[in-house]
C-alpha cells in the first residue's frame, strides 16, 4: 500500500494555498489533492482500488470531498455497489456528507468527506530528557498537548506511568473519552523492535531492554499500538508536511543525541532489524571521547547536545543541557558558537557520505540544538557540499525542520493513522462485524 499523507495543513501549514487545485469541487486540500495526481497517475499498479470498503475510505481520505459518482468512475463498481458501502461507512461514523458539488444542471451531487472526529489517537514523544504527549483527531490535529522535563533514565515504570495518567488528562481536557481512542503512537529515543514494540539495548535507556511497551497500552487500552524510534517518528512528521513532491528525504535529530530517520521512495526505512539511521553512532568524533554505548569516537559523543553542553562547562559555563547550549549560541557567546559550528562541521561528513550513498532531495535537522539556527546549519552545509559528488548535491536542500519539538507528536499519529486506516484493516473490521468487507 502506498504510503498516506494525511491532511495536516490546519496544524502544519496555516498559510499554504488551500484554493482549488486538479478540479477539485469545492477546494479540497492542497496535500492530498497533490497526492492524488502522484498516486492515482503515476503508480496505478500500488494505488488502484479494488472497491472494497476500505480501499473506498482510502479514496475519500484521499480526494475529499468527492461525490458517489466520482467514487464509481474510480473504481469501476457499480453505483449501487458504491451507496451501498459509503452507507456502511457512514453509518460506522468514518464518512459524512460535506455538501453539494457545484451544479453542471440538474439536481448538485452530493460531497463526502472523511470525519476526522470520529475518533482520537494518543501520541507520545519520549525523549532523553524531555517529552511531548498529545491527544489527536484523525488527521492528526492535535486536540489537546502537554510536555514535560522527565529523565528517560528513571526507567519504563515511573515514566510510563506518567505518560498513561497524562493521557487520560488529555483525553478529558480534549472533551473525549477512553472509548473515542482508535490508537496509540509511541516514540522513544533508542533502538527499537518495531514489530514487538520494545526498545532494544538501547544506550541511553537503562531498564527498558525489551520492556514490553506496546503490550501495556493494549491491555490497558484495548486498541493497537505502535512504538518505534523517536526519530523515525519525527521523521515522518516532517515527511508529512513537506512538499508532496520529495519522496527521498533524511531527517537529522540533534539533541541529547544524534540519530537519522530515513525516507526512501516515500516510505519510512528501519533496515532489516529496525536499526537504520544511527548515525550517532559512526565513528566520526575524537578516538579520545567515550561513547554511552562503550565505543570511541562515536558522532554523538562529540557533536551530541550532552557533549556540546559538558564542553562548555569545561570552559567555565553554566550549561547542564542542550538548551542552554542553544541560549549562550543565542545570547552570542562565542565559545558555544564555535563548538555548535564545529558540532555542524562533524555531522556534516557523516551526512557528506549520507548524500552519496542514498542522494536524498532534502536533509531536515532538527532536535534543541538546530534551535541554534544558522551556526550548526552552516557547519553542515560547509562539509555535505565540500564532500559530496557534484550531482548528488544538485537542488539539494539542508534545512532546519518546519514543525519543531511537534514533529515527534505529529509523526507518532500520522504511523498509527496509516496502521489503522489500511484497507485492509478496515475490511477485516467489517468481516468481523458481518458487514462484509470484498471487492
Same mark, same amino acid.
Given at each position: ?90 453509518? &460506522?461514523?468514518? /464518512?459524512? =456528507? /460535506? ?19 470520529? +475518533? ?7 525523549? !532523553?530528557?524531555?517529552s511531548r504527549l498529545a ?9 489537546? =498537548? ?27 481536557? !480534549? ?6 481512542? %482508535? ?11 518495531? /514489530? ?18 506496546? =503490550? ?53 526505512? %528501519? ?58 549560541? &543565542? ?13 555542524g562541521r562533524l555531522i ?22 538546530? =534551535? ?28 532546519? +525542520? ?28 467489517f468481516v468481523a462485524a ?6
Amino acid at each position: 500500500m502506498a504510503p498516506i499523507r494525511v491532511s495536516l495543513t490546519s496544524v502544519l501549514r496555516p498559510d499554504r494555498d488551500r484554493s482549488p487545485q486538479h478540479g477539485s469541487a469545492s477546494g479540497g486540500d492542497f496535500v492530498l489533492d497533490a497526492i492524488n495526481s502522484h498516486c492515482f497517475n503515476d503508480q496505478m499498479g500500488q494505488c488502484a482500488p479494488t472497491g472494497s470498503p476500505g480501499d473506498l475510505l482510502d479514496l475519500i481520505r484521499r480526494r475529499r470531498p468527492i461525490t458517489r459518482a466520482g467514487l464509481a468512475s474510480i473504481t469501476g463498481l457499480a453505483r449501487s455497489t458504491i451507496t451501498q458501502r459509503v452507507d456502511q461507512l457512514i453509518v &460506522k461514523g468514518l /464518512v459524512s =456528507e /460535506v455538501g453539494e458539488a457545484a451544479s453542471t444542471g440538474g439536481r448538485p451531487a452530493t460531497m463526502l468527506g472523511f470525519n476526522a472526529m470520529s +475518533g482520537v489517537v494518543l501520541v507520545a514523544d519520549l525523549g !532523553a530528557t524531555h517529552s511531548r504527549l498529545a491527544v489527536c483527531d484523525l488527521d492528526a490535529n492535535p486536540l489537546a =498537548e502537554t510536555s514535560r522535563d522527565i529523565d528517560i533514565a528513571d526507567g519504563p515504570d515511573e515514566v510510563l506511568s506518567w505518560v498513561d495518567k497524562t493521557f487520560g488528562a488529555l483525553t478529558e481536557e !480534549a472533551g473525549r473519552s477512553p472509548a473515542d481512542v %482508535r490508537g496509540i503512537g509511541i516514540g522513544v529515543p533508542g533502538s527499537v523492535d518495531f /514489530v514487538a514494540g520494545r526498545a532494544v539495548h538501547p544506550s541511553r535507556m537503562p531498564g527498558w531492554d525489551g520492556y514490553p511497551i506496546r =503490550e501495556r497500552f493494549i491491555e490497558r487500552y484495548g486498541v493497537p499500538v505502535l512504538v518505534d524510534n523517536d526519530v523515525n517518528i519525527m521523521a515522518l512528521g516532517e515527511f508529512w508536511a513537506m512538499d508532496p513532491g520529495v519522496d527521498d528525504f533524511v531527517f537529522v535529530k540533534v539533541g541529547t543525541g544524534i540519530g537519522s530517520g530515513l525516507i526512501l521512495g516515500g516510505h519510512l526505512h %528501519r533496515g532489516a532489524r529496525g536499526a537504520a539511521g544511527d548515525i550517532g553512532h559512526i565513528q566520526a568524533g575524537s578516538a579520545d571521547v567515550m561513547c554511552r554505548c562503550g565505543n570511541p569516537g562515536c558522532l554523538e559523543a562529540s557533536a551530541g547536545g550532552a557533549a556540546l553542553a559538558r564542553s562548555l562547562r569545561a570552559q567555565g559555563y553554566d550549561a547542564a543541557d542542550s538548551r542552554d547550549v542553544v541560549a549562550f549560541v &543565542k545570547a552570542g557567546n562565542g565559545d558555544a558558537i564555535h563548538a555548535v559550528r564545529d558540532a555542524g562541521r562533524l555531522i556534516g561528513g557523516v551526512l557528506a557520505s549520507t548524500v552519496n550513498i542514498l542522494n536524498p532531495a532534502v536533509i531536515s535537522i532538527g532536535g534543541d540544538i538546530a =534551535e541554534a539556527g544558522q551556526q550548526l546549519l552552516a557547519g553542515i552545509r560547509e562539509i555535505v557540499y565540500q564532500r559530496s559528488t557534484a550531482l548528488s548535491t544538485n537542488d539539494l536542500q539542508i534545512t532546519t +525542520g518546519m514543525l519543531g519539538d511537534r514533529a515527534g507528536i505529529i509523526g507518532a499519529a500520522a504511523l498509527i493513522i496509516e496502521h489503522i486506516f489500511d484497507p485492509e484493516t478496515i475490511n477485516a473490521g467489517f468481516v468481523a462485524a458481518g458487514d462484509g468487507g470484498g471487492s
